[in-house]
T-cell receptor, first 111, second 114 residues
Framework: SQKIEQNSEALNIQEGKTATLTCNYT??????LQWYRQDPGRGPVFLLL?????KEKRKERLKVTFDTTLKQSLFHITASQPADSATYLC??????????FGSGTRLLVRP | DSGVTQTPKHLITATGQRVTLRCSPR?????VYWYQQSLDQGLQFLIH???????AKGNILERFSAQQFPDLHSELNLSSLELGDSALYFC?????????????FGSGTRLTVV
């Protein structure tokens, strides 16, 4: 079955630095790959979507890359702020229209 | 407010009981998805409905069932509850079947089985 791997260890960075989160998957490539933000006790919030034929997508301070050869997506937050502290989830969409989530990586941005 | 409404926000019930969780999707969205999130499992896909029809099933237990009504709201029924069913249950909606635009999640129902 398809597996999605995100670093289970928290990423702890200084305010102003760039945060880079990794999402790796096994088997075949998804049609779309999405990133969500989740705060404790809240529902995930959709951030960005990238298609399998796209290499990179940007939105304000966010950037997502998608490498189907490496079977990996990188999620970058530039000029990070303490308000960016949250858990970030990678999710993959396949032809059955199911959205499968990774377990998420917690980001802590120190002031 | 995301536009997806889930009720109740919190539910405490005893083992063996049956509960119903309700979800109203964002206006105009035809797809409704149910997810279970527990500490050790992450977000687990349960079931997807599109315009009243079941379209995909995940690891949903036989004790669990769902439906989407003509007004597009959805209900998730959990029966013969066990301690391990304690989790956050999220509903999400999207405008179409193929989900090219991301899901909108509700704030969840926290179920505690005692």
């Amino acid at each position: 079955s398809q597996k999605i791997e995100q670093n289970s260890e928290a990423l702890n960075i200084q305010e102003g630095k760039t945060a880079t989160l990794t999402c790796n998957y096994t088997n075949y490539s998804p049609a779309y790959l999405q990133w969500y933000r989740q705060d404790p006790g809240r529902g995930p919030v959709f951030l960005l979507l990238i298609r399998e034929n796209e290499k990179e997508k940007r939105k304000e301070r966010l950037k997502v890359t998608f490498d189907t050869t490496l079977k990996q997506s990188l999620f970058h937050i530039t000029a990070s702020q303490p308000a960016d502290s949250a858990t970030y989830l990678c999710a993959l969409v396949y032809s059955s229209y199911k959205l499968i989530f990774g377990s998420g990586t917690r980001l802590l941005v120190r002031p | 407010d995301s536009g997806v409404t889930q009720t109740p926000k919190h539910l405490i019930t005893a083992t063996g009981q049956r509960v119903t969780l309700r979800c109203s999707p964002r206006s105009g969205d035809l797809s409704v998805y149910w997810y279970q999130q527990s500490l050790d499992q992450g977000l687990q896909f349960l079931i997807h409905y599109y315009n009243g029809e079941e379209r995909a099933k995940g690891n949903i237990l036989e004790r669990f069932s769902a439906q989407q009504f003509p007004d597009l709201h959805s209900e998730l029924n959990l029966s013969s509850l066990e301690l391990g069913d304690s989790a956050l249950y999220f509903c999400a909606s999207s405008v179409e079947l193929s989900n090219r635009y991301g899901y909108t999640f509700g704030s969840g129902t926290r179920l505690t089985v005692v």
